[in-house]
């Protein structure tokens, strides 16, 4: 089996040699291999690939346009390694320091008989886990190994609603170095895109259907019917995780900083903002979600009228 590792940066060259030295020195895999995945206007990245010494074969620097989100960066490596068996994403702040982590991703992976699923390391934090890891398959029947909707973390929130809903997450005791995390740096209006992400969710439940309904996915039928029956759980477990970040939306977009006016993120948010009228007509949404809904993702754009206090 082979594995394929697609670690995503821009703007941390130090840091990325450090990530990628650190991570490298634990594969016991020969067939693992890295992309490094870099933007065309980042040069003190590729500077600092270019000197930081790496000198392995199975590392490898890809260069091109910054596209929108970090899901597109990240999946990049589908055409890059086609023939891989299993896909990790990674970041450049958060280095691997197990011991033949890539050869434990490899065997959990093997627990899936019918080769979907995913693999997940130890927890980052209460909600998440620290090392992501799909299938070829699971990637190719959904199109992404993380979706593109999203300028930020939900793409990763999302793959892990998914994976719980076809009740396919193979553990592997592997750890990452969380204690020099950076920041977020894409992040703009949390508020606005968890519930966008909330909005959604019919259209992952959809995706785990599909997945679960193939014919070659491994299971009695009874044991599908108690993953469709779960849905609505892992959804309400969701949508309190997107609570917390609708709550602490003013402290997280005050430690940002960040503009709204950036050209990328206006994409992105008006890719997402189309989407919203179709998502809140689903017949199958109930009719207070979508007032819900409807109160954050398309608020009004003119005050009510007011009645006049004076002759």
């Given at each position: 089996m082979k594995l394929a590792i697609s670690l995503a940066t821009r703007g941390r060259p130090q840091q990325?040699?450090?990530?990628?030295?650190r991570s490298i020195v634990n594969w016991t895999d020969p067939n693992t291999v890295m992309y490094v995945q870099a933007d065309d206007d980042d040069?003190?990245?590729?500077?600092?690939?270019?000197n930081g010494n790496l000198n392995h074969d199975q590392v490898r620097l890809s260069v091109k346009p910054r596209e929108d989100t970090i899901a597109a960066k990240w999946n990049r490596i589908m055409s890059q390694v086609p023939d891989a068996d299993v896909y990790s994403i990674a970041a450049d702040d958060d280095p691997y320091t197990t011991p033949g982590y890539d050869s434990k991703i490899l065997e959990a992976a093997k627990l899936f008989p019918d080769g979907v699923g995913m693999v997940y390391g130890a927890m980052a934090n209460l909600s998440f886990t620290g090392s992501l890891s799909m299938t070829n398959k699971m990637a190719k029947r959904l199109g992404y190994v993380q979706p593109e909707y999203f300028p930020y973390w939900f793409c990763d929130h999302w793959t892990d609603d998914v994976a719980k809903m076809i009740g396919r997450i193979s553990y592997a005791d592997i750890k990452t170095d969380q204690s020099s995390v950076g920041k977020t740096q894409e992040l703009r209006e949390p508020a606005w895109w968890a519930t966008f992400f909330d909005a959604m969710y019919l259209v992952r439940r959809r995706?785990?259907?599909?997945?679960?309904?193939?014919?070659?996915?491994?299971?009695?039928?009874w044991q599908k019917e108690l993953l469709r029956n779960n849905h609505p759980l892992?959804?309400?477990?969701?949508?309190g995780v997107n609570e917390s970040v609708r709550q602490t939306a003013r402290q997280?977009?005050?430690?940002?900083?960040?503009t709204l006016k950036e050209e990328r993120y206006q994409r992105v948010r008006q890719k997402a903002a189309a989407m919203v009228p179709g998502l809140l007509a689903d017949p199958e949404m109930l009719s207070q979600e979508r007032a819900f809904f409807a109160s954050i993702l398309?608020?009004?754009?003119?005050?009510?009228?007011?009645?006049?206090?004076?002759a």
């Open positions: 990325l040699v450090n990530t990628i030295k040069q003190a990245t590729y500077d600092a690939i270019k995706e785990a259907r599909g997945l679960i309904d193939s014919p070659d996915f491994a299971g009695e039928e892992i959804e309400q477990r969701s949508r997280l977009e005050g430690w940002s900083g960040l398309t608020p009004p754009t003119q005050a009510p009228a007011l009645q006049r206090a004076y």
